[in-house]
């Protein structure tokens, strides 16, 4: 689940009914609206009026408004896009589900697609409308940055940036200066002019200053907006303003200093106990300051009240005045005079104390931290690991207890432990390995055994994990073997984890029947432990699976039966079945279902949206290269698989169909065998290789690029293992695949029986499961093959009662169209004959006089090298124009150039 959001950052300051009217600045900062600018930065020192500025502005500048105050623990990016989703949604509900949903996954995708997600749906929103990030100044991150930099660089014309921030934020201000994109309001625009500061001083604070000494104090401050406010409120009842002004003097540091100690002298001493010692805590209220100050004079509650009453530097943070901050740079002041008194510990311990009753673990252990009680700390952070990797805020916690002393932390099994889960989950495997040894370490030396008596099972297990993150098959069944042993009979949970990461590894040696066994039981598991989402979710594993069996009919069921499950649970449930929306829409477009394609997509699109589950991008992107494959449009099919790679996120479901041989086989359909068998070289593979299951697809793949070659050495032997190894994994998907390749393999060697007897195996196996496009991709060579099968049946008189026939017609029917061309004797007038011209003109390149005689000789029933000698040519020679007679006529065989050259009448 999601850290909870806290709303107080949400809110843009309340208009004060007292303010300094500044048209100059509004007028500045409206221009930059209306000449569409990307970017309005407000830059300057604290104590400026950069936030109380933009809050006026917001007031008047009649469009919506997304706010965020931001503070150090945004640092962590997981929690900044958060928050910046947190705040879009106040301007348009429940924009970014879907992005809060990715980056709570357990391996989030990279910042770019999530970010790109956000500025997607940002675009449509109607309205323009403002996102204000104030005290930028507070990030200290790279990461951020970076995102910040994306999204302005992408930015939708309708949202308008602006930064408020102490410095200039990291970001290409030179560029969008150079473009006119960027309003800029620095601390030379932002003091307050003589005029300015008049009204500010005698109309707001109060005092009845002359013209001069206005006019001396704005220039011994630099129209310092803070700096005029603490001097007006130190000369409140001063019976010689002119004297205080001319001693006012110095650098900002000092004269604070000063107007620090006259604030505070002027205040009752149980205010003044108050402000120093509830300086400590970054937001306030009442109970809170309770706790801390222990035996108040007042209630908290009362005194916050009293010093917004007093405009004594504190700012409401939220509309029922629970929740206060002090002024930045007043609070910083106050801890400066506070110093390290021998009681600032016990403050600090009782603010840990309170926060860790009230369910605040992460303000519990900074304080915990502050207090110098680092076994307190540690103990916290071991019990919000769970609640914080669950809410993936891994690198967070990290964060927290990388501030620990090493000793403390290797001095605690489950702390080391969860510390090499984190690791393992940042991909910093060597640092994973480093502190499981220290848990066990730690465990050998411990008092209490009993306590920890999962450990070993649950570090077993990690291991397991990070062998699986290296692709080290053997190691990862050691370890998960392992965890199976040491976890305890009654932890049902870790215990399913270790099994099911066992089962994965069925999965990558090809026993699927095996790895089946395994999500079933799983999936069971967690039915009886109440998580119904895992089980849900698993669905779409058993479907890949039962797709690989080549039970098409069983993936679909395990589909629908999930899907009608989430809808029983719920919109948390039914936001996980995007993928089983995407696997139905492929099995549909597998058996021709256009309609119910389409269906299912836009509806896994629209659930893709808010998905948990981190390969979806790599899912969706992969199926719809397929999508673009089957309507020829190659070059749109390879941008999406290259898109699939760049959002791959690595996690057990192994990778069967490798990115760059996916891409191989698309060049074959383009026409570019150059890049395909530039692959085969890049990838060292060949036909004498040891068959594995993971290789398959890769060998599948060699084989089509030999076949587009003509060189077919070694091919068929590779095929016949590789049909061996997947019959005996009863692989029927994988099956009825090589199957194929045979035949279209036999039929390029002019071997028509065993083609059709190949052709004939694969059919019977597809047919039960309406397998439809696996036949129509292989374009033109599969359909000549079809209709020599059919024509086989036919010269039988078998077309009646064969149980394949029908199965035939409707493959048949689903190929495009070919162009038939008129036959010779039709060709009576000039209109006819220039039908024909077009229609062979749209069909080939013309062949050359040379290249028709070889035709012809192709024909016959001569050998290759019988027509290279009577054509007295070399064989190589002879492969040339062969080779360029196929392109042209759009086959990749012998037979296959016959047939198409009798279809054009070039004979």
Avoid at 166 to 177: G, I, K, M, T, V
Avoid at 275 to 289: A, F, V
Avoid at 667 to 696: F, N, P
Wanted: charged fraction near 20%; charge should be negative; glycine fraction near 6%.
């Amino acid at each position: 689940m999601a850290a909870p959001i806290l709303a107080t950052k949400l809110y843009a300051p309340p208009p004060r009914v007292k303010v300094v009217l500044r048209p100059r600045l509004i007028d500045r900062l409206n221009e930059g609206l209306a000449m569409g600018c990307k970017l309005t930065l407000i830059s300057a020192s604290a104590g400026f009026g950069k936030t109380t500025l933009v809050g006026e502005w917001i007031a008047s500048c009649g469009r919506p408004v997304a706010w965020l105050s931001l503070d150090e623990g945004d640092n962590d990016p997981v929690r900044f896009i958060s928050y910046l989703v947190a705040a879009l949604q106040t301007v348009k509900a429940g924009i970014g589900e879907g992005v809060l949903a990715a980056i709570q996954s357990p391996q989030p995708p990279q910042a770019e697609v999530i970010l790109t997600a956000l500025l997607n749906e940002i675009s449509i929103i109607p309205e323009h409308f403002l996102l204000i990030l104030d005290d930028y100044h507070a990030l200290d991150s790279q990461a951020v940055d970076q995102a910040l930099a994306f999204l302005v660089e992408h930015q939708p014309p309708q949202m308008h940036l602006v930064i408020a921030s102490r410095e200039d934020p990291p970001l290409p201000l030179a560029r969008l200066r150079a473009r006119g994109q960027l309003t800029e309001l620095r601390a030379a625009d932002l003091r307050f002019t003589p005029t300015e500061a008049a009204d500010f001083l005698n109309r707001m604070m109060g005092l009845n200053l002359s013209e001069a000494e206005i006019t001396a104090l704005e220039a011994r401050t630099e129209g310092w907006i803070a700096g005029l406010q603490m001097a007006a409120l130190s000369m409140q009842g001063q019976s010689d303003p002119a004297k205080f002004i001319q001693s006012f003097t110095g650098s900002h540091r000092f004269v604070l200093d000063y107007l620090l100690e006259e604030v505070l002298q002027r205040q009752p001493v149980k205010v003044q106990t108050f402000l120093l010692h509830t300086s400590i805590l970054d937001r306030l209220c009442g109970p809170l300051c309770d706790a801390v100050l222990e035996s108040p004079s007042a209630s908290g509650q009362e005194t916050l009240e009293y010093l917004e009453r007093a405009n004594l530097f504190i700012v409401p943070l939220d509309n029922e005045r629970r929740w206060y901050r002090y002024h930045h740079l007043f609070g910083e002041l106050l801890r400066q005079r506070l110093g390290k008194p021998k009681e600032l510990p016990d403050y600090h311990l009782r603010a840990s104390v309170w926060y860790e009753a009230n369910g605040d673990l992460v303000e519990a252990f900074h304080h915990a931290l502050a207090a110098g009680d680092f076994e307190r700390a540690a103990r916290l952070a071991e019990v919000a690991w769970q609640g914080m990797d669950r809410s993936f805020q891994t690198a967070a916690w990290l964060g927290w207890v990388k501030k620990l002393p090493n000793a403390v932390v290797c001095s605690r099994p489950r702390l080391c432990m969860q510390l090499g889960w984190a690791f393992s989950d940042v991909g910093d495997l060597e640092s994973s390995e480093t502190y499981l040894q220290n848990a066990e370490r730690a465990q050998a030396g411990a008092m209490d055994q009993d306590e920890s008596k999962s450990l070993p099972g649950t570090i077993a297990l990690i291991r397991a994990g990070n062998a699986q993150i290296l692709g080290d098959l053997a190691e990862t069944v050691k370890y998960a073997e392992l965890s199976i042993q040491l976890i305890p009979e009654d932890d049902s949970y870790l215990r399913a984890s270790a099994a099911i990461t066992l089962g994965f590894t069925q999965w990558a040696t090809g026993n699927l029947e095996a790895s089946l066994r395994a999500m079933n039981a799983w999936m069971e598991d967690m039915q009886r432990l109440g998580n119904q989402v895992f089980v849900i979710a698993s669905a779409f594993a058993v479907a890949d699976m039962q797709v690989i069996l080549g039970h098409l009919g069983e993936a679909e069921k395990a589909l629908r039966q999930a899907i009608q499950q989430a809808v029983a649970q719920g919109q948390e449930a039914e936001s996980v079945t995007a993928h089983h929306h995407l696997g139905l829409a492929l099995l549909a477009h597998e058996r021709g279902d256009d309609a119910a394609t389409t269906e299912h997509l836009q509806t896994a699109a629209d659930l893709g949206q808010r998905t948990t589950l981190v390969d979806w991008s790599h899912r969706w992107n992969l199926a719809q290269a397929r999508l673009k494959e089957s309507a020829g449009e190659w070059d749109a099919a390879l941008e999406l698989i290259d898109e699939a790679r760049r959002v791959y996120v690595k996690n057990p479901v192994p990778i069967l169909q490798p990115v760059e041989a996916h891409k191989a086989r698309v060049h074959l359909k383009q026409g570019r065998l150059d890049k395909a068998q530039a692959w085969v070289r890049e990838r060292s593979i060949s036909t004498g290789d040891e068959v594995r299951y993971l290789d398959e697809y890769e060998h599948l793949t060699l084989a089509r690029v030999r076949l587009a070659e003509g060189s077919f050495a070694g091919v068929g032997d590779l095929l016949e293992r590789l049909l061996a190894l997947a019959e005996t994994q009863k692989r029927t998907g994988s099956v009825i695949e090589i199957l194929l390749t045979q035949a279209l393999v036999h039929q390029a060697q002019s071997n028509q029986p065993q083609a059709l007897t190949a052709l004939e195996r694969a059919l019977a196996l597809a047919e039960p499961e309406g397998y439809l496009r696996i036949f129509v991709d292989d374009g033109e060579a599969m359909r000549l093959l079809l209709l020599d099968f059919r024509s086989m049946i036919e010269k039988q008189g078998r077309s009646n009662i064969h149980p394949l026939f029908s199965y035939l017609n409707r493959l048949l029917a689903a190929f495009p169209e070919s162009m038939e061309v008129m036959p010779q004797s039709k060709i009576a007038s000039p209109k006819h004959l220039h039908l024909a011209q077009v229609q062979v003109s749209k069909m080939i390149e013309p062949l050359s006089e040379r290249e028709l005689e070889v035709l012809k000789l192709l024909r016959s029933e001569l050998s290759g090298p019988e027509i290279a000698q009577q054509l007295i040519v070399s064989l190589n020679t002879l492969r040339t124009h062969t080779k360029n007679i196929f392109n042209k006529l759009g086959v990749n065989n012998r037979r296959a150039a016959i047939r198409r050259a009798e279809e054009l009448d070039l004979f």
